[in-house]
């Protein structure tokens, strides 16, 4: 058995801009808006409940604030000093203000990366013993996403 939460439906999609270097088209700074799904697997409690719907939300929506109108970048190809974060890719300087950037601890933003990274994160706080396998997915606009999963 299994619960959903349908990140377009339940509203849990963020705006935000990236760039992979490596790719011809997405080595140019753009945007997405993304949607963060989640499903829970696992079995029932006494009161009939794998986990309360409310602490997956509570967790997916942190994750989402985090992400949400933010430029998003790796926390280790970026240099930041006096309030301001550069980053330097195949010839191109970038400097952002600090409050206008994300820095996640992955090493390109891709869809795929960007999901186990949300991943490790849901993990950590839903956690409980009737929870066997926790399957995050981000879509990269309306159509097109990233699945991955951690049994637990
Ligand atoms: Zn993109």
Redesign the pocket.
């Known amino acids: 058995m299994y619960l959903t939460i349908d990140g377009w439906k339940s509203n849990f999609t963020f705006s935000a ?4 270097p490596a790719h011809k088209k ?1 080595s140019r700074l ?3 808006t993304y949607a963060l799904h989640a499903r829970i697997h696992g079995q029932q409690d006494k009161s009939g409940m794998i986990v309360d719907f409310a602490v997956v939300k509570d967790a997916m929506r942190k994750i989402v604030d985090e992400l949400d109108h933010k430029v998003l970048l790796p926390k280790k190809k970026v240099k930041s000093e006096k309030n301001e974060v550069t980053i330097t890719e195949k010839g191109r300087r970038y400097v952002f203000p600090e409050t206008d950037v994300a820095l996640i601890d992955i090493p390109s ?1 891709t ?1 795929e990366n960007l999901a186990k990274y949300v991943l490790e994160k849901i993990c950590g706080k839903i956690k409980n013993k009737n929870i066997s396998e926790i399957e995050i997915g981000l879509d ?1 606009g309306w159509g097109q996403g990233a699945w991955v999963s951690k049994r637990l």
């Open positions: 801009c990236h760039m992979i997405c753009h945007g997405h933003l869809a990269e």
